[in-house]
């Protein structure tokens, strides 16, 4: 069974618009660790953001928030006012166990692209 | 200044070869990785080491080899290439057990077999 779901393969967006790009997990672990991570055209993978099952508190960076949901098994991440610099692939992630960081299953990835 | 620094970037070769690719982190992780991404940006785990030992090998072929001399230090070395093995390969390091400590990903070593 997929692990991690990103529904919406592909996304394009009109630059100052707002986006959201959604993930839903799968877990029997108590203890997890969900990630997205930012893979641009020159194709290296860049970390985001790391956050662990007990701690459902939302999380704002700049222009780059993230809502989990452990009811809804959720952990959806927006951008706000996109900017051409945000077009690239988003992979949500998880992890199982209490180490944090073994084997990530990343979902399938979303391609985002904002038309300047 | 380079964390994780996979080498060689690009390699083109042809099938039936034998190829390697380097992997060497300044972190001072425990933990190393490969990871493989195919043409549909499907991003897989293949082997896990920590401090040297395997610790995670999933279904990979067995003309794949991970090779760990050191806890620095991930190579990977592929006998008999074939054209399914075109793909990027990613190697990656983390601590696990430390507080927000994500996989650190090298840039890539994108191969293709031909």
């Known amino acids: 069974a997929q692990k991690v779901t990103q529904a919406q393969t592909e996304i394009s967006v009109v630059e100052k618009e707002d986006v959201t790009l959604d993930c839903v997990y799968e877990?029997?672990?108590?203890?997890?660790?969900l990630f997205w991570y930012k893979q641009p055209p020159s194709g290296e993978l860049v970390f985001l953001i790391r956050?662990?099952?007990?701690?459902?508190q939302n999380e704002i960076s700049g222009r780059y928030s993230w809502n989990f949901q452990k009811s809804t098994s959720s952990f959806n991440f927006t951008i706000t006012a996109s900017q051409v610099v945000d077009s690239a692939v988003y992979f949500c992630a998880l992890s199982e166990g209490e180490t944090g960081a073994n084997n990530l299953f990343f979902g399938t990835g979303t391609r985002l692209t904002v038309i300047p | 200044d380079t964390a994780v620094s996979q080498t060689p970037k690009y390699l083109v070769t042809q099938m039936g070869n034998d190829k390697s690719i380097k992997c060497e982190q300044n972190?001072?992780?425990?933990?190393m990785y490969w990871y493989k991404q195919d043409s549909k940006k499907f991003l897989k785990i293949m082997f896990s080491y920590n401090n040297k030992e395997l610790i995670i090998n999933e279904t990979v072929p067995n003309r794949f080899s991970p090779k760990s001399p050191d806890k620095a230090h991930l190579n990977l070395h592929i006998n008999s290439l074939e054209l399914g093995d075109s793909a990027v390969y990613f190697c990656?390091?983390?601590?696990?057990?430390?507080?927000?400590?994500?996989?650190?990903f090298g840039n890539g070593t994108r191969l293709t077999v031909t």
């Open positions: 956050r662990n099952s007990f701690d459902e």
């Open positions: 877990t029997r672990d108590t203890t997890y660790y």
């Open positions: 972190l001072g992780h425990d933990t």
């Open positions: 990656a390091s983390s601590q696990p057990g430390t507080v927000n400590s994500p996989l650190h």
